[in-house]
């Protein structure tokens, strides 16, 4: 079968759509931005460690904005946006992917010991289960397998709320001692998964979007003290204090996850309150006055 490369920014009538080649331009960018940085800059005195953690990190961040497209669609009434979901679940798991090659690449492509590693260190076992459940989704994409699997595609995909999970989980593990970036994303999937939770008549209402923002803010809130208590052995109580000194601290990543969500609850307002007070169209029956 023929491979054509126009679907990568056309959409499903084979017409170009400038949003899905922006798209594609802006999942690859972080990859060419590596590259050239590691050519031509370098990336410090461990670079291979770098790049494991950078397109790692960027592979959770794709994973978490192909489960967005459905939020965005219902919120936004957006439906097209959906043909742009397997680009970017595609894209989440080759970052994986090369994330874990890097790793091989660090550990010299080393197979006896690389498998010795991934049983014996936990995030290392966390971090292949996620990237093998992500292998499978990726290779079970294709309208082929989707028409071959029927009802039971569905059910395979739906695999990818616990591989996100994993992969946050990976992520905390890995960073050690700063974790903000892991409970920001932990806190944005923790949105997703509560407008999930609404009733389908609500996930377009503004004022359930509202309510989502403070629920989403202190999810944020206890899987970091969670993180801290139970991992770090950190008082837990102390991180949940420091969400709230926005003035000594800045914000915490619970206060980013609150500000992202509280603008996309701000932009449903605008989208409802517009729609409201548009003028109807012209009914087609109704006859054109033209001139005065």
């Not at 010299?108 to 992500?134: K, M, N, P, S």
Request: proline share 5%.
């Amino acid at each position: 079968m023929k491979l054509r490369l126009s679907v990568l920014w056309c959409d499903r009538s084979g017409r170009f759509w400038p949003l899905k080649a922006l798209v594609l331009a802006a999942v690859l960018a972080p990859g060419i931005w590596l590259a050239a940085r590691w050519s031509l800059f370098g990336l410090g005195a461990r670079p291979l460690n770098t790049a494991i953690h950078f397109v790692g990190l960027w592979g959770l961040r794709l994973l978490l904005i192909s489960l967005a497209v459905t939020p965005a669609r219902g919120i936004f009434g957006l439906v097209k946006l959906v043909q742009l979901r397997r680009m970017l679940g595609l894209a989440a798991a080759a970052y994986i992917g090369a994330h874990f090659v890097l790793y091989c690449l660090d550990q010299q492509f080393q197979a006896v010991h690389i498998a010795q590693e991934i049983l014996r260190r936990h995030y290392l076992t966390i971090g292949f289960i996620t990237l093998t459940g992500l292998a499978a989704l990726a290779a079970t994409s294709t309208d082929a397998m989707l028409r071959r699997l029927r009802r039971n595609w569905k059910r395979l995909h739906r695999l990818v709320y616990p591989l996100a999970v994993l992969g946050l989980v990976h992520a905390f593990m890995q960073a050690k001692l700063d974790v903000s970036q892991p409970a920001i994303l932990a806190g944005l999937f923790s949105w997703e998964m509560l407008y999930r939770a609404l009733p389908k008549r609500l996930q377009a209402s503004p004022w359930a979007l509202f309510l989502l923002v403070p629920l989403a803010a202190l999810a944020t809130a206890i899987e970091e003290a969670g993180w801290y208590g139970l991992a770090k052995h950190v008082p837990w109580q102390r991180v949940l204090e420091a969400n709230v000194m926005v003035r000594t601290l800045g914000l915490r990543p619970a206060g980013w996850v609150g500000v992202a969500t509280l603008a996309i609850a701000l932009l449903a307002t605008l989208r409802h309150f517009s729609r409201r007070f548009r003028p109807p169209a012209p009914s087609a029956s109704a006859p054109v006055v033209v001139g005065g």
